[in-house]
């Protein structure tokens, strides 16, 4: 089981390198930096000089992967390709465009991502579990029939209308609590409370009729029929037998993005004015700010790596298979 | 007899499709009496296991029970609310399944299985929950029960899972244990093993014991009555004694009269005609009546009732005249080699053929050892000849037919087809020696590819080696294989699924034919088939031989099959062959313990001459980490010291007998 | 001809579309177990329903894709020169909509704008008041009191109409039945609503019924009044709700067109081949994948903005730039999503290899690209199928989300995203300014609710296991 996990350790050093290399050629490759400088100084005012001035200042005056200027080491490192991809193995993801070092920008604004991301997380996952296995407890109920149709009905609404309309409703209508902000410490639960709400609403369409289907599926394999013809009753059949092994699939589906969670959401930041990754992101793309792009899709995908090894790990934990194999 | 322990007046079953309800078990009634076993005998789809889980309350969603009555000592359990028949399942009546494998939960240990009967019926938790534990995995033979408890399902081989499944069933100490097919899915030595089991079990208990199955050898073995269902019908219940004897349905002594045996070489084997009505479509008279060899005109005009033919002996038959006696007569054991001795030079032979398949493990993925799937097997096989390669599961027999194809590459050893070595051939020459050595294989669901027509899938072979070249000839050389296998020739413009599992084996074996191989190497053809649909396909095999002169590679682990139709029978374990003979030599006088064994624990469908079984100890291992030496010894009932060290030498008896066995190399010494 | 006929590329290949589908219509005809999928899908009433609703949709959205440009009145001898916009037979089918620009907002039914403006009076001096609209219910005149009543006749007009037109689409449908049944039309009746045709008639016929009674009104309306009221530049919102239409289906259809054939290819190397190749194409996958698809979108639009910005000299005109720019975007989104199809696809025929009737063919030295057309791609259809309808729905709420956030279509173009982009600002507004909103809400619930619903019934028919 340990080669397993180291293995798929190292597995994870390739797709890296990978994801570098492809953002690498996306942002430097696709388009020149002259093109990038044209583009952000805006077409009338370009003049070489203003062009070669705007590079310096960011360090794209370089070439891209060798300088046969240089000599030595600095032949590959002083390069565009080192400085600005490379070193991100390293954390260092340069400035944006207002000057400021990106880094630091995401150590502060990964709690405030979190502070939603999470209860959002954990209360989504319980109540779309919890919905999903009394969908399937009452199959082929009446109460079956019209969550699902509730289901499908959830999930043909965009992600934008359950934001706007829960801040016109909670908002301005009860003005129950703040349409928008963020505050430090205790005080955060006040902004917290709607985003939270309307991020789990929003979830449970699809993933509740995904779990169902899951469940469903367990219901029909034939442990489940010695399970009852044991004479457990329903409830322990489905608590005990249905759920545990349901929770192999759904967690390959869960676990991955757990990492992610401190990206936050574009959506639900930039509505609610939350000061996260996520309206970092969004800000930085109406900005055009490439550095900042560049860096959190590689941020971006080092989480998303992380959480498929934590898929792996909870598999050995959940799947007594893989974990004496 | 006292009052029974259970009994099932009546019961009507059905299936919710659409807006009706097909029934699926109509009108059935029997008893089941404390300490005895009724075993209800079936084909496929005759409703067997329907009853058996409309008893426990367990149908699937579509089910419905429509009617009738199910009483267990005297209370009607249909009549019982749902929370009340929770105790009843599990403490009064326990089932268990066909298939071992997925009907215990893959992520709960044992104990926690067995041990939630407990809580629920028992009320022992905690300590004394798991000396009940112990003292079960025991009764069931689990030896280690201490380090069993805290295992997994798959950490443990099949016959293990099933005594896990017996274990669990008698937790609750139910009066009744219906047992649904419950060796079906086991190799027959360890099916041995778990009837012994069940047979001590309900005697030191005095349970009552449905059995299901669909095999005479079980019922023979195991039954003290026995109940006959066809589509959906009782039609002939007997006590054991008459029902071997003396079985009045026509449909019961069809049964007997398909079943292969070495008494009915030469022979063709009776068939019955057509198929099963289905359940939409039942005839209002007897059912059997289309298929009937005795069937009277009144017989399709009434539904007939039952009558009286002996003691505790009814049928549900109009017909009371003489019936042939052939049909269920053993007939005198005849000399087995019936044909000469093969004068011929053999068309394929294999010589020391090897498949290892490398195992892959830690960071790097390095090969640390090899599975020896096939490891050194040695065959020959002459022209209108077949040979019968025998094996249980996991032995490489399998692979041993697709090594010698090329379709998996054997890692050493050779294969000549008439002279030609096809090992390491050039994938151009290969396509023009394929056209001499074809394959059929097991399950006739999957070997016929759904999206084409039967037509397309015959012609396939022809086109890709070239043998029919015009679509006219194609399609008159389709037609004709068709007609070959005993199939219309309009049956080549429909689709697979329209057809039977008989009749897509028939197709199956058409599509081979259609290049005119020498060779044909038949993997398991019957073994997914009823025993009436076999009879079918072995007349046949046979019948092509004959006029094809084709030579069969026979893999089975069907002894009877290998009585009927073998010429000569190789005995593979472990990936290899341990005995190998003419049929009349290894059937008759074998030498291996491995091959006695087997042959002792092939249930016979006979009353009397159920000879004494020769226990085998545990499974086969694992053929990635086979014992030492003798790959047979830790089972081996005449083991020695020099098998745990030494592969015993290969040394011949008889003509053409050969053994690998201790035992025999010895005595050539002295 | 005064008009000169313009086949943006999204139009050439959403009727590349509409051929490539009714060439698989003749495909499945002679495939029948795909043909009974597609009657089971045929006899569901949830499938028709959604069905006919989807194909209302279909036609805005064909009728939308048929663009041409108008011949300017040059004079004789001159060489013909053409209008700079490029308009669409709905352009054209849906004029007046189109043209009656208001000044700003006004809402549903209105008669007046919904701002108080300060007007110059006739006779000198000035008052702020709810000045009059130029379209709206300009047929009224002074006597705006009279708008209920011309709103009842001019809808029961419009209720009227479809009344008798589903009349007509009933009848039909009754007399077809009898002749396929043999049987008569009361009894061909009979079977269509107790649904016993094999065919889901008494779905269609209902939802044709509503659809009719609400679609008929709105366009007898549409003409005099601003339906779903005006937006802030003062456009009729039922005109950009119809052209949103198109934009949608182009993102949802477009896309899996891009990403199918190359999901469907390496799915099927990775399966079939094994070995290195099947090594090389899930070390792609696993690195497209890793990278979260909002951010890999961002990035891919930002760069294409880029170029698009930095060569305007590509494109004649705007229509043709944000053509470009949404056909781009549809390629990112195929790129992006093609992952999840592959390794379905690649699963799938690793077990499909290992199947006796690959093992037969082989044994018979069929050629492995002949394996993969006959056996295994016809083996795997039903999975196309099922994903192809499944990521519709989620394609055009992802473009909703995408245009919200700046990267989706061009600005220009409207589409949902863009309509609620531009309508979200208002709901701060005293008093609000909610109908944009309502409207996208609404047809964008529609069109993805019974996208959704169709392809549950779709995935049921072509399921196998579903049986």
């Keep these: 089981m340990l080669a397993y996990l180291v293995r798929r350790l190292l597995y994870a050093i390739p797709i890296l390198i990978g994801v570098n290399l492809l953002t690498f050629a996306l942002f430097f490759v696709v388009n020149t930096p002259d093109d990038m400088a044209r583009m952000q100084l805006g077409v009338k005012r370009v003049t070489p000089e203003a062009i070669q001035k705007w590079k310096a200042e960011r360090g794209y005056d370089k070439p891209l992967l060798w300088n046969s200027q240089a000599a030595g080491a600095a032949t590959v490192t002083d390069t565009i390709f080192f400085d600005k991809s490379a070193r991100m193995f390293v954390g260092d993801f340069g400035r944006a465009e207002d000057g400021r070092d990106i880094a630091r920008e995401i150590k502060h604004r990964m709690l405030p991502s979190l502070a939603i991301a999470l209860p959002t997380f954990i209360l989504g996952l319980l109540v779309t579990v919890v919905f999903a296995l009394t969908l399937a407890f009452f199959r082929a109920t009446a109460f079956d029939f019209w969550g699902v149709v509730l289901c499908v009905a959830m999930m043909s609404i965009s992600g934008l209308f359950y934001i706007i309309g829960g801040q016109y409703l909670i908002s301005k209508i009860w003005r129950l609590v703040p349409i928008s902000g963020y505050g430090d410490g205790l005080d955060a639960w006040r902004f917290l409370i709607l985003p939270v709400a309307i991020g789990v609403i929003s979830g449970i369409g699809s993933s509740a009729r995904w779990y169902r289907t899951i469940f469903l599926e367990e219901v029909g394999k034939d442990y489940v029929r010695t399970a009852r013809a044991k004479g457990l009753p329903e409830t322990v059949v489905f608590l005990r037998h249905v759920l545990r092994n349901a929770m192999i699939p759904i967690l390959t589906g869960v676990v991955v993005v757990i990492p992610l969670l401190f990206m936050g959401s574009l959506l639900t930041e930039s509505f609610f004015g939350i000061p996260g990754l996520g309206s970092y992101t969004i800000d930085a793309i109406n900005a055009q700010d490439f550095a900042v792009v560049r860096s959190m899709v590689f941020i971006g995908s080092v989480l998303y790596i992380f959480g498929l090894i934590l898929t792996d790990i909870s598999y050995t934990l959940v799947d007594p298979r893989i974990r004496f194999n | ?545 004959e006029s094809l002169g084709v030579a069969y590679l026979f893999i089975t682990h069907n002894f009877g099959v290998v009585e009927y139709l073998a010429h000569e029978v190789a005995v593979m374990y472990l990936g290899r062959i341990v005995e190998f003979g003419s049929a009349e030599e290894v059937l008759r006088s074998p030498k291996h313990p491995y091959t006695r064994a087997l042959l002792s624990a092939v249930p016979k469908p006979r009353l009397e001459g159920q000879q004494e079984v020769i226990k085998l100890a545990g499974e086969t291992p694992s053929p990635a980490n086979p014992p030492s030496g003798c790959h047979f010894h830790p089972r081996c009932p005449n083991v020695m010291e020099v098998c745990r060290s030494v592969w015993p030498e290969t040394t011949r008896h008889e003509a053409t007998q050969t053994v690998a066995c201790h035992l025999y190399t010895e005595q050539k010494e002295k | 001809m005064p008009f000169q006929i313009v086949t943006l590329w999204s139009d050439g290949l959403i009727w590349l579309l509409v051929v490539a589908g009714i060439g698989f219509g003749f495909l499945i005809a002679r495939s029948a177990p795909l043909l009974a999928a597609w009657r089971r899908v045929g006899k569901s009433r949830v499938g028709m329903a959604s069905a006919t609703v989807l194909v209302v949709f279909a036609i805005i959205g064909l009728l939308d894709s048929l663009h041409y440009r108008l011949k300017l009145d040059g004079g004789e001898g001159r060489p013909p020169t053409y209008a700079i916009e490029v308009l669409s037979v709905l352009d054209a089918v849906a004029t007046p909509l189109r043209t009656h620009n208001e000044k700003t907002y006004s809402a549903p039914f209105a008669t007046r704008l919904y701002a108080k403006e300060t007007v110059e009076l006739p006779g000198g001096g000035q008052t702020r008041e709810y000045p009059r609209l130029k379209y709206g219910g300009a047929h009224l005149g002074n006597d705006e009191d009279r708008l209920p009543a011309d709103v009842a006749g001019k809808a029961a007009l419009g209720l009227g109409l479809a009344a008798v037109l589903w009349g007509v689409v009933a009848a039909l449908v009754t007399a077809s039945v009898a002749r396929r049944e043999k049987v008569g039309r009361g009894e061909a009746w009979r079977r269509i609503w107790r649904g016993e045709t094999p065919f889901a008639w008494s779905a269609l016929l209902v939802t044709s019924g509503l659809l009719l009674a609400l679609l008929l009104p709105l366009v007898a309306l549409a003409g005099y009044y601003h339906v779903f009221g005006t937006d802030k530049v003062g456009q009729d919102v039922l005109y950009q709700v119809m052209k949103s239409v198109r934009t949608g289906l182009i993102i949802g259809l477009v896309t899996t067109l891009v990403m199918l054939p190359l999901a469907v290819l390496l799915g099927i190397i990775a399966g079939y081949f094994r070995g290195w190749a099947d090594d090389v194409i899930q070390y792609v996958y696993t690195v497209l994948n890793s990278i979260p698809g909002v951010l890999l979108i961002a990035a891919a639009v930002l760069m294409m903005q880029v170029v698009i910005d930095t060569n305007p000299q590509w494109f004649a005109t705007a229509a043709e730039r944000a053509d470009l720019r949404l056909l781009a975007l549809c390629f990112i989104l195929g790129i992006t999503s093609w992952t999840g199809l592959c390794r379905l696809l690649r699963g799938e025929t690793l077990k499909l290899r290992e199947l006796e009737y690959i093992q037969a063919a082989k044994a018979f030295g069929v050629s492995s690209w002949r394996i993969i057309v006959r056996h295994i791609l016809p083996n795997l259809m039903h999975i196309v199928i099922i994903s192809l309808v499944m990521d519709f729905s989620g394609l055009v709420l992802a473009e909703a989300v995408l245009s919200y956030v700046g990267i989706g279509v061009d600005p220009t173009m409207i589409s949902f995203g863009t309509m609620i982009n531009n309508a979200r600002m208002e709901l701060g507004r005293e008093p609000v300014v909610w109908w944009s909103l309502a409207a996208a809400f609404v047809v964008m619930f529609v069109l993805v609710l019974a996208a959704n619903l169709f392809a549950d019934v779709v995935r049921d028919a072509f399921d196998p296991r579903a049986v």
């Design chain 2, 1 to 545: 007899m006292n009052a029974p322990l259970l009994k099932i007046t009546d019961l009507r079953l059905g299936f919710a499709a659409g807006r009706q309800t097909l029934l699926a078990v109509d009108g059935v009634s029997f008893e089941v009496g404390a300490g005895e076993t009724f075993a209800l005998l079936g084909e496929s789809g005759c409703g067997k296991s329907a009853t058996a889980q409309g008893i426990m309350r367990l149908l699937p969603s579509a089910g419905r029970i429509v009617g009738g009555g199910v009483e267990l000592d005297g209370q009607n359990v249909l009549a019982l609310p749902e929370a009340d028949m929770r105790s009843v399942r599990g403490r009064r009546m326990a089932m268990i399944f066909q298939e071992p494998a997925t009907s215990l939960n893959p992520v709960l240990t044992v104990g926690q299985q067995i041990g939630e009967v407990l809580e629920r019926h028992r009320d022992l938790r905690g300590e004394p929950a798991r000396q009940r534990m112990l003292e079960l995995l025991r009764q069931v033979g689990i030896s280690d029960p201490e380090r069993r408890l805290g295992e997994y399902p798959f950490q443990l081989s099949g016959g293990m899972k099933q005594r896990v499944m017996i274990a669990v069933a008698l937790a609750g100490e139910p009066d009744l244990l219906i047992a649904d097919e419950p060796t079906t899915a086991l190799d027959v030595t360890v099916q041995a093993q778990i009837l012994d089991l069940l047979v001590k079990l309900q005697q030191e208990r005095g349970m009552g014991m449905l059995l299901i199955t669909h095999d005479l050898g079980v019922v023979a073995r195991m039954a003290h009555r026995v109940g006959v269902m066809y589509a959906g019908e009782l039609v002939e219940v007997a006590p054991r004694e008459a029902f071997f004897t003396n079985p009045r349905h026509p449909y019961t002594r069809a049964l007997f009269a398909a079943l292969p045996e070495v008494s009915r070489r030469g022979a063709i084997l009776t068939t019955i005609p057509g198929q099963v009505p289905s359940l939409a479509c039942m005839p209002k008279g007897c059912r059997f009546a289309d298929r009937c060899r005795y069937v009277t005109p009144i017989s399709r005009e009434q539904w007939p009732n039952w009558r009286s033919v002996g003691e505790g002996h009814q049928v549900r038959c109009f017909y009371g005249g003489p019936m042939d006696e052939e049909e269920i007569g053993e007939h005198a054991a005849e000399v087995l080699a019936a044909a000469p001795p093969q004068p011929a030079p053999p068309t394929l032979e294999v010589q020391e053929l090897r498949v290892h398949f490398p195992i892959r493990r830690g960071v790097l993925q390095r090969t640390v050892g090899h599975v020896k799937a096939v490891d050194g097997v040695s065959l020959s096989l002459a022209p209108g000849r077949t040979l019968a390669l025998v094996g249980e599961s996991g032995c490489g027999k399998t692979t041993v037919g697709k090594a010698i194809l090329q379709l998996i590459k054997p890692t050493a050893g050779h294969v000549r087809l008439n002279g030609a070595e096809l090992v390491g051939m050039p994938a151009g020459r290969l396509q023009d020696m394929r056209r001499d050595l074809q394959m059929v294989f097991q399950d006739p669901f999957a070997s016929l590819n759904p999206r084409l027509r039967v037509g397309e899938i015959i012609a396939e072979g022809m086109a890709a080696l070239g043998v029919v070249a015009g679509g006219k000839e194609r399609q008159s050389a389709v037609a004709a294989l068709l007609e070959q296998v005993g199939l219309p020739a309009e049956a080549a413009g429909r689709y697979p699924h329209e057809f039977s599992g008989g009749q897509r084996q028939r197709i199956a074996i058409a599509r081979a034919l259609a290049v005119q191989p020498e060779v044909l190497v038949c993997d398991e053809p019957t073994s997914a088939l009823d025993v009436s649909v076999q009879a079918q396909i072995l007349n046949l095999l046979k019948s092509l031989q």
